[in-house]
């Protein structure tokens, strides 16, 4: 395989092949379309009703993004029609700009071309980043921030600092994320100028933009705070307990997640396959510590201050807030295997990842398009059997969804009510028998579920069961409830 692999050839024209089926498995999420889910609706939402410069105070619907991704997007949307495809179009083009920067940044850390070939394959068919190719979320725009600040510092070194720092402080307002990564590579580039005692000037110009873009930042952080605040409960078992009791599981379901789609063809060995992957990591992580020091700090250094931050309650480590961790996994597991794809057997080695991974990356790929969030059909299904003077009953997870596909749809009610969300069972089942026994009620159930709130689907069945007709929509996706009259 080295030999082959020496032909450009042949090797660009692997490489090729990769980069094109990266590109058709997010193309394919993107054209197919899903619907809007809770958090996409409620950001598409904010951004419809809201002007310019309120995207950079606090949104509804426990909603928080980095403001210039709302920025432009509304800019988007602006310019041609509301929809889908639009809102979700800056995720999914900088998902294709991932492909090659990601090639990029392997050769770097990488020093055979069959590593960097099986390390871009991992990449090109890991699930997680096909997903949120096509999410309305900033999700894609984490992982540009890791690969291209990489690559910029590598590039640039220590010249032009003052430029590289101001890319630094202006993609924070991108992603969230990138903060974490530039203090990370701020921090071991403060090492790297203490020991060598040199390029302090050049430090001190790169950190510069980043100290001045502190004070917007905390005033926006300071907006939303409330915001940040509640999401803080939702990401709570993200946290590092301070006894480390929960740090396994944690790390377990983070491998598990981050090396997605072999996920699904190991889920009998749910210890044994996350074991394996970080040792091979670890493995990866001592050989390259023993090639470049620096590199092995630069690369690892996001890594342990999320860990870091997590510890500390600041951020968590969960599945897809940590997404861009995703190319220092693949990097190091590719680097544990560097020695042996120079083997003449290196190509069994790659042909035996590309056997394994037909089967989950096809599965997923189907799976992606299946997810419990399918409110489009459910308003479809609304429209379709809705009568005047029927009553709509939302709980809180399902008003966006309803704004957004109500205007979509052309899809109007004479009475919509809304419920707060309530951690009482009895007085739940309470409010609804309180209610006029001559009206039709349809009530909407998201997927999305809050920690210590009610599951209020086991009561509406039970309420609906013992009143008339009783329809239920949908099952075990978006929930769709009617209890009144014979519908025809």
């Known amino acids: 395989m080295k030999d082959i692999l020496k032909n450009n050839r042949v090797y660009f024209a692997l490489l090729g092949l990769v980069f094109l089926l990266g590109l058709i498995l997010r193309f394919d999420m993107y054209i197919f379309n899903r619907s809007f889910w809770f958090d996409e609706a409620a950001l598409a939402i904010n951004i419809l009703n809201n002007g310019f410069f309120d995207l950079f105070g606090e949104l509804k619907y426990y909603q928080s993004a980095p403001p210039l991704f709302l920025f432009e997007t509304k800019i988007l949307v602006s310019l041609f029609k509301s929809s889908e495809r639009v809102f979700r179009f800056i995720p999914f083009l900088t998902s294709l700009f991932l492909l090659p920067l990601f090639y990029l940044f392997s050769k770097y850390f990488l020093s055979s071309r069959a590593a960097r070939l099986l390390g871009s394959f991992l990449f090109a068919i890991n699930t997680n980043l096909i997903f949120y190719s096509g999410e309305f979320k900033p999700y894609a725009l984490d992982v540009f921030a890791l690969l291209s600040f990489v690559l910029l510092i590598f590039m640039f070194k220590f010249k032009r600092p003052l430029l590289l720092g101001v890319i630094f402080a202006l993609f924070s307002w991108y992603s969230y994320a990138s903060g974490i990564i530039s203090f990370s590579f701020a921090i071991v580039l403060f090492f790297y100028v203490l020991k060598n005692k040199k390029h302090k000037?050049?430090?001190?110009?790169?950190?510069?933009?980043?100290?001045?873009?502190?004070?917007?930042?905390?005033?926006?952080?300071?907006?939303?705070?409330?915001?940040?605040?509640?999401?803080?409960?939702i990401w709570a078992w993200g946290y590092i307990q301070p006894d480390f009791s929960n740090f396994l599981t944690l790390f377990?379901?983070?491998?598990?997640?981050?090396?997605?789609?072999?996920?699904?063809?190991?889920?009998?060995?749910?210890?044994?396959?996350?074991?394996?992957?970080?040792?091979?990591?670890?493995?990866?992580?001592?050989?390259?510590?023993?090639?470049?020091k620096i590199k092995f700090f630069l690369i690892t250094s996001p890594f342990f201050m999320t860990l870091f931050l997590s510890y500390f309650g600041l951020y968590p480590f969960y599945d897809r807030l940590s997404l861009y961790l995703t190319p220092i996994y693949i990097i190091l597991f590719v680097k544990s295997f560097e020695f042996l794809l120079k083997k003449p057997f290196g190509s069994v080695i790659l042909l035996l990842f590309l056997l394994i991974s037909i089967y989950p990356t096809i599965n997923s790929q189907k799976h992606m398009k299946n997810l419990p969030a399918q409110d489009l059909a459910v308003f479809l299904k609304l429209k379709e059997n809705y009568k005047k003077g029927d009553v709509i009953i939302l709980d809180e997870t399902s008003i966006p969804q309803y704004i957004y596909y109500s205007k979509r749809t052309g899809f109007s009610a004479d009475r919509v009510l809304s419920e707060k969300m309530t951690k009482d069972s009895t007085k739940y089942l309470f409010y609804l028998n309180t209610l006029d026994k001559n009206k039709n009620y349809w009530f909407v159930r998201s997927s999305v579920k809050f920690p210590d709130v009610l599951e209020t689907r086991e009561i509406i069945e039970f309420f609906g069961r013992e009143r008339g007709e009783f329809k239920h929509y949908n099952k075990g996706k978006t929930d769709l409830y009617y209890v009144g009259k014979k519908l025809h």
Do not use: W
């Not at 050049?202 to 873009?213: A, E, H, M, S």
């Open 252 to 292: 377990t379901e983070n491998i598990f997640y981050i090396f997605h789609p072999y996920k699904i063809i190991f889920k009998p060995l749910p210890v044994l396959l996350p074991l394996f992957l970080g040792i091979m990591c670890i493995l990866g992580g001592i050989f390259l510590f023993r090639g470049s």
């Open 201 to 233: 000037k050049d430090y001190f110009l790169f950190l510069l933009p980043q100290i001045v873009n502190l004070v917007p930042l905390a005033l926006h952080f300071g907006a939303i705070e409330n915001t940040r605040a509640f999401m803080s409960k």
